[in-house]
C-alpha cells in the first residue's frame, strides 16, 4: 500500500513530470512533421534520427544510448535508409558495426527540427524565465555528463 508520503512524492517525481513534457514535445514535433515530405516516418524512428543528433555514429551506440536491443535499432535504421533519412556504412575499425550518417534528406528535417525545438525552448522560457531555462540546462547537461 502507498503511503502520502509516497502518494505526494509519485505524484510529483522529476522522472514522471520529464515523460510527461517529452511526451507533449514530441507530439508537437510530430504534428510539425505530418505537414510535411517526413509524414510517412514513424515517431519512434523519427527518435532514432534525433540520437543521431548531427553525429555519424556506431549503430551499436544508437542502440545503448537508447537502451533498444540492437535488433530494434537495426529495424529503425533500416526503415529510416528506406526513407533517405540516413546512410549506413561498414565501420573501416570494426567488422561487425555500422556506420550511420545523415543524408542531404535527413538535414532538411533537422532544419525543421530545430525550428520546432527552438519554439518549445521559446515556451519554456515564457513559463519560467530565461535564467531558469539556462539553469535547467545546466542541472540538464550536469545529469547526462554523471550518467
Same mark, same amino acid.
Given at each position: 500500500?502507498?503511503?502520502?508520503?509516497?502518494?505526494?512524492?509519485?505524484?510529483?517525481?522529476?522522472?514522471?513530470?520529464?515523460?510527461?513534457?517529452?511526451?507533449?514535445?514530441?507530439?508537437?514535433?510530430?504534428?510539425? +512533421?505530418?505537414?510535411?515530405?517526413?509524414?510517412?516516418? +514513424?515517431?519512434?524512428?523519427?527518435?532514432?534520427?534525433?540520437q543521431l543528433r548531427? +553525429?555519424?555514429?556506431? /549503430?551499436?551506440?544508437?542502440?545503448?544510448?537508447?537502451?533498444?536491443? *540492437?535488433?530494434?535499432?537495426?529495424?529503425?535504421?533500416?526503415? /529510416?535508409?528506406?526513407?533517405?533519412?540516413i546512410t549506413v556504412?561498414?565501420?573501416?575499425?570494426? *567488422?561487425?558495426?555500422?556506420?550511420?550518417?545523415?543524408?542531404?534528406?535527413?538535414?532538411?528535417?533537422?532544419?525543421?527540427?530545430?525550428?520546432?525545438? *527552438?519554439?518549445?525552448?521559446?515556451?519554456?522560457?515564457?513559463t519560467i524565465g530565461?535564467?531558469?531555462?539556462?539553469?535547467?540546462?545546466?542541472?540538464? /547537461?550536469?545529469?547526462?555528463?554523471?550518467?
Open positions: 500500500m502507498i503511503d502520502k508520503r509516497d502518494d505526494s512524492f509519485l505524484g510529483q517525481n522529476i522522472k514522471g513530470m520529464m515523460m510527461t513534457l517529452i511526451a507533449r514535445w514530441n507530439a508537437q514535433m510530430d504534428e510539425a +512533421r505530418a505537414e510535411t515530405e517526413f509524414a510517412a516516418v +514513424r515517431p519512434a524512428d523519427m527518435r532514432v534520427f534525433a548531427g +553525429r555519424t555514429v556506431k /549503430l551499436s551506440i544508437i542502440h545503448r544510448e537508447m537502451g533498444f536491443s *540492437r535488433q530494434a535499432a537495426q529495424q529503425a535504421v533500416d526503415r /529510416l535508409v528506406k526513407q533517405d533519412m556504412q561498414p565501420d573501416p575499425d570494426s *567488422r561487425r558495426d555500422k556506420l550511420v550518417s545523415i543524408t542531404e534528406k535527413g538535414q532538411r528535417w533537422r532544419a525543421i527540427a530545430a525550428d520546432q525545438i *527552438r519554439q518549445i525552448e521559446a515556451e519554456i522560457s515564457g530565461e535564467d531558469a531555462k539556462e539553469e535547467l540546462r545546466a542541472a540538464l /547537461l550536469a545529469l547526462v555528463k554523471v550518467s
